[in-house]
């Protein structure tokens, strides 16, 4: 079988004679002979279609999945169960390689699911305006940061320690070159220390970013928090959140929160082996200027039909780079279509039935584990569907044992928190049954 490149010999001919030059080479002349690479890569020949298949295979039977794992791993990324529609939709042709339509009003199909999309998300955090997406959660946090550093005209940014580890390094790398300060608050016994966030509030503070339930899997008190941060003239409230807790907690809106922000992967994605996910931010309508990438609004066209358009883009390739909301801003496409299909399909009722039964299976299993005593809870405070425990052995050597019965879980918090040595956290979601989260405490009693 031939390799798959589309230009012949003949081909490559014709185009550089027809623009005068002699070899593809003379396309690079620009570049100093003495920094080209001179010789063939070091690459093995070409396969065909069917060795590269098998060599796929191959490769992907050396990873085991949830498929053949029973999962109990979160921290960020959640094994829920995903209702076969979406698959089914987003693996439409005219869905499958969508992306960002530049040519917008003419992909009014794309439009359509992008405004849905956002109707949703404004409705599920109780704010007023989302716009297409973004990369994932960390930079949903990131972006909700610099947002607030420019509509307030400051430079620092205070956020909680029980946000996701990963989260706050994306918005320190970031804010780095942005010249933007990061102020970590520490936790207390699993969430903000309160304390400490009023003594480090200031004139300077653009903004206050607590996430809830937060890495611990523990309910913040956003009430609390939202009236530390509005105690400061003009800083702005940011909660990042699980999407699938909004099913039966209060929402962000309601509690005052100016930016919201979370990660959409539990919202019908997969875990694919990290990514590519979705992130997800909503605002009121009085930052909506500031929001980066787009909005999608909905109009009527000259025959008076219901029709689609972009009503605010504020990314460098439609305006002035300088004026720009954001350059990293991007429509995850196919992930905001996963993303509607899913809480379209689930309702309101579908989605509070999948955050009452990861809550009550959650904590089902914080019992069974703990009863004996053997495991101890790290926090005596309200949790979601993730949990900490400690004991007398290592999180690595607590991971193999499970892992020996082909169990997927505990994730090591001492990595992020050396204050918590063997401290381990658990995730349950809707998919967990009750056999499987009997042998998950029954193996965990007999790992020494």
């Keep these: 079988m ?20 002699d070899s593809a080479e003379d396309l690079f002349s620009d570049i100093p002979d003495n920094v080209k690479f001179k010789r063939e890569l070091n690459l093995k020949p070409s396969m065909s279609e069917l060795e590269v298949s098998r060599k796929m295979l191959e490769l992907s ?17 959640y094994d829920h169960y995903i209702p076969s529609i979406v698959g089914h939709i987003t693996s439409r042709s005219e869905f499958y390689t969508s992306y960002t339509p530049y040519q917008a009003e003419i992909s009014q199909g794309t439009l359509q699911y992008i405004f849905e999309y956002q109707t949703l998300i404004a409705n599920l955090t109780g704010m007023d305006v989302s716009n297409a997406s973004l990369y994932d ?7 909700a940061a610099f947002m607030a550093s420019n509509i307030t005209r400051r430079n620092q940014i205070l956020i909680s320690k029980t946000v996701n580890p990963e989260s706050i390094e994306v918005l320190k790398t970031y804010a780095h070159l942005q010249g933007i300060e990061v102020i970590e608050i520490e936790e207390k016994n699993g969430v903000t220390n309160l304390d400490m966030l009023k003594d480090q509030l200031s004139d300077k503070t653009a903004a206050v970013i607590v996430q809830s339930p937060n890495f611990f899997g523990i309910i913040e008190d956003l009430e609390a928090v939202e009236k530390i941060a509005h105690s400061q003239k003009r800083t702005l409230f940011i909660t990042s959140v699980d ?5 039966i907690l209060k929402s962000p809106g309601s509690l005052g929160a100016d930016v919201v922000v979370g990660e959409g992967q539990p919202l019908g994605i997969p875990l694919q082996f990290g990514g590519p996910y979705l992130g997800f931010i909503a605002v009121n309508k009085a930052h909506m200027r500031k929001l980066p990438g787009r909005i999608v609004g909905e109009t009527i066209d000259e025959d008076g039909n219901r029709a689609f358009v972009l009503t605010l883009q504020a990314r460098e390739q439609h305006i002035r780079r300088e004026k720009a909301t954001s ?31 990861a809550t009550q299976k959650a904590h089902y299993a914080f019992n069974e584990i703990t009863k004996s005593g053997k495991y101890k809870p790290l926090f005596d405070k309200p949790f979601f569907k993730e949990f900490a425990v400690t004991s007398d052995m290592s999180a690595d050597n607590i991971s193999k044992g499970l892992l020996d019965e082909n169990i997927l879980g ?31 405490s029954s193996v965990l009693e007999g790992i020494k």
């Design 137 to 143: 959660g960390g930079t949903a946090v990131a972006e």
């Design 410 to 440: 505990g994730y090591s918090l001492e990595k992020d928190y050396p204050q918590y040595k063997n401290g381990v956290l658990f995730a349950v979601t809707e998919k967990r049954t009750k056999e499987e989260i009997d042998k998950l």
């Design 2 to 21: 031939y390799p798959y490149i589309p230009n012949t010999k003949d081909d490559e001919k014709r185009m550089l004679e027809y623009i005068g030059l």
């Design 243 to 247: 999407p699938i807790s909004l099913g």
């Design 327 to 357: 350059n990293i801003c991007s429509n995850q496409g196919i992930n905001t279509l996963a993303a509607a299909v899913y809480l379209t399909t689930l309702g309101k009722k579908g989605l509070r039935e999948v955050a009452l039964q």
């Design 61 to 77: 039977q050396k990873n085991s999945s949830t498929n053949e794992l029973t999962c109990f791993l979160g921290a960020g990324a």
